[in-house]
């Protein structure tokens, strides 16, 4: 099958280093392959969405010499698209009341957080309740990620996480459930992302057997972090990727990603540096490690 990857951000914030790598890793496994590479904006949380991070995150990418094909899609505009989903997955999902602090407060916390107790899946637990979420019923079934990069993983949501929301009480589509049907609808065959994401990788899937969709592949490299061991992220106020420094800050992506790439006194321009990577890019180069700091390697590029 033609390749087909994407970039994902959402716009809660400007793009920063971390935002970078990933958009670096996915941009390469695509064009190397010769196929296409999407830009898809998750702005399905309208809560998280800062002003004018939307724009932002595209001029960056544009003025970094990025190019997607296809139209850019908004997932904002996808609600009836998440919806037919919810709605062909039958008695699999059902209504909860169960607000976040009465779970954080009732039940044991697991390695993926609090471990959801099927309060809800005969019968709401509180029919006074005004607002439901919707989740998704799991069995004791592994669901066994084989990706490309990290260890093969394997998980068994029901007794690991549990029924998971795929619509919030606030009626907005819960990311796993948004996440599956675009890449189903864009036909994407493989996913490059962060290693900080890998343990939703099972929900994903299951929902994708759960709707009865194609499954992609995954590799997800290391996630960059500061000395203190912080992820780079929005939410730990990372700072905005330099807008003088594209062609030095393109190569820190590469050699974060092992790519050895030549000094920076090897190009004249950002255009020379990606036709350099695209032909040079090697993804078994990729450091297998879950995370690294942000500054590896620690060799000079200037």
């Known amino acids: 099958m033609h390749y087909i990857g994407r970039f994902a951000p959402s716009p809660s914030g400007p793009l920063h280093f971390g935002s970078l790598i990933a958009a670096t890793a996915s941009y390469l496994c695509a064009k190397s392959a010769n196929g296409k590479w999407l830009l898809r904006i998750e702005d399905v949380d309208q809560f998280r969405i800062k002003k004018n991070s939307i724009n932002s995150i595209i001029n960056t990418l544009e003025s970094y010499g990025y190019q997607w094909d296809d139209d850019i899609l908004y997932q904002s505009q996808r609600s009836e698209a998440y919806q037919d989903a919810l709605d062909s997955l039958g008695k699999l999902s059902y209504p909860c009341t ?57 998980q068994d949501i029901e007794a690991e996480v549990g029924d998971f929301i795929i619509k919030r009480s606030d009626k907005m589509f819960s990311y796993q459930l948004a996440v599956v049907v675009d890449d189903e609808h864009q036909n994407v065959t493989d996913v490059v992302r962060g290693s900080d994401l890998l343990d939703n990788t099972p929900r994903q899937i299951y929902l994708q057997q759960c709707l009865r969709y194609q499954q992609s592949s995954y590799l997800h490299f290391p996630t960059a972090i500061t000395p203190d061991g912080k992820k780079l992220s929005k939410q730990n106020h990372s700072p905005e990727v330099d807008a003088q420094q594209k062609r030095l800050t393109i190569l820190r992506t590469l050699n974060f990603l092992g790519q050895e790439a030549p000094s ?15 032909k040079n890019w090697d993804r078994d180069k990729i450091p297998a490690q879950m995370t690294l700091p942000e500054n590896y390697p620690n060799h000079d590029t200037t």
């Open 264 to 278: 920076i006194d090897q190009f004249s321009t950002l255009e020379d540096i990606w036709n350099w990577a695209i």
């Open 98 to 154: 169960c607000t976040r602090k009465f779970l954080q407060k009732q039940v044991p916390t697991g390695t993926y957080g609090y471990i959801y107790p099927n309060f809800c899946r005969e019968q709401i637990s509180n029919p006074d309740a005004p607002q439901f979420a919707m989740r998704l019923r799991t069995n004791n079934t592994s669901i066994h990620v084989d990706d490309y990069l990290q260890d093969a993983l394997c």
